[in-house]
């Protein structure tokens, strides 16, 4: 059974459709990523998945029990408010002393549960942001343009971690994206979505779609297709015990015109 299955998933806000015709599944320990231009429904897909918002047609099926943890693309933090990481992480209700401190070491920043909040580094704050999602230890980790913010190194440093992540829990991660370039090295299966799922498939196969050619460019394609060859493959970055392809769709390609 998959973690986590959309079909005909449709949401609409202010009576304009946002989503329509949603087919999706999820399952462990697959990372997937959304990407679309601005306004195609990532974030509201998210929001749809932890009921933030309610479909207005099809299903949402949960496996029974699912835990997810959630990394919004920002939070606001009053600058005059004193608060360190720890007091930060047990809000709204506290957690036991191990599970912040494993939180802390599986984010990637064991030594600053003392510090203060507002005295973070704007990637601190997003691994401070993923150790909050993970303090339940989820079954899906959703972020929704998690590293927004972040520079070149910061991303590709945040990305590594979630790939630990990953290995560690055996968790499923579906993550918004708009660094196409490190998604492509990032993920299992990449979903193409402009209001409805135009593509979706093994990185390869999405850079290679007309859909994806047609939302991004051909010149976008052909330049991640060529990164793809000559630097997803160097042994620093391959995961060590990577996931076979999983039946929710990396072998394959799915377009929808």
């Known amino acids: 059974m998959p973690l986590l299955s959309l ?3 449709h949401v609409a806000l202010g009576g304009r459709t946002v989503l329509e015709g949603i087919d999706l599944r999820l399952d462990r320990g697959e990372i997937v990523t959304l990407v679309g231009p601005n306004g195609s429904g990532k974030s509201t897909l998210l929001r749809a998945i932890i009921g933030a918002v309610q479909p207005t047609r099809g299903q949402l ?4 029990g699912l835990t997810i943890g959630y990394v919004p693309q920002r939070l606001a933090i009053d600058a005059t408010l004193p608060m360190t990481v720890t007091r930060f992480l047990n809000l709204p209700r506290r957690h036991p002393k191990q599970a912040v401190r494993q939180a802390l070491e ?4 064991p030594g600053l549960s003392r510090q203060q909040v507002t005295d973070l580094s ?3 704050f997003q691994r401070i942001l993923l ?3 993970l303090l339940e230890q989820p079954d899906l980790l959703l972020l929704d343009e998690a590293t927004q ?3 070149h190194r910061g991303t590709a440093d945040f990305y590594r971690q979630i790939e630990s992540v990953r290995r560690e829990l055996g968790c499923a991660v579906l993550m918004v994206s708009h660094e196409l370039h490190v998604v492509m090295r990032a993920s299992d299966r990449v979903v193409c979505l402009n ?3 135009c593509c979706q498939g093994t990185p390869e196969r999405v850079i290679s779609s007309p859909a994806y050619r047609e939302l991004f460019g051909a010149d976008t394609a052909d330049t991640l297709a060529f990164y793809r060859h000559h630097h997803d493959h160097s042994h620093h970055d391959a995961p060590a015990n990577p996931p076979a392809p999983s039946a929710a769709g ?8």
């Open 149 to 151: 913010g972040l520079d």
């Open 195 to 197: 209001r409805h799922v």
């Open 106 to 109: 599986q984010a990637g920043v």
């Open 250 to 257: 990396a072998s394959h390609l799915e377009a929808t015109p």
């Open 61 to 64: 099926v949960r496996q029974p």
């Open 131 to 133: 150790a909050r999602a």
């Open 7 to 9: 079909n005909d998933l």
């Open 122 to 124: 704007g990637g601190q």
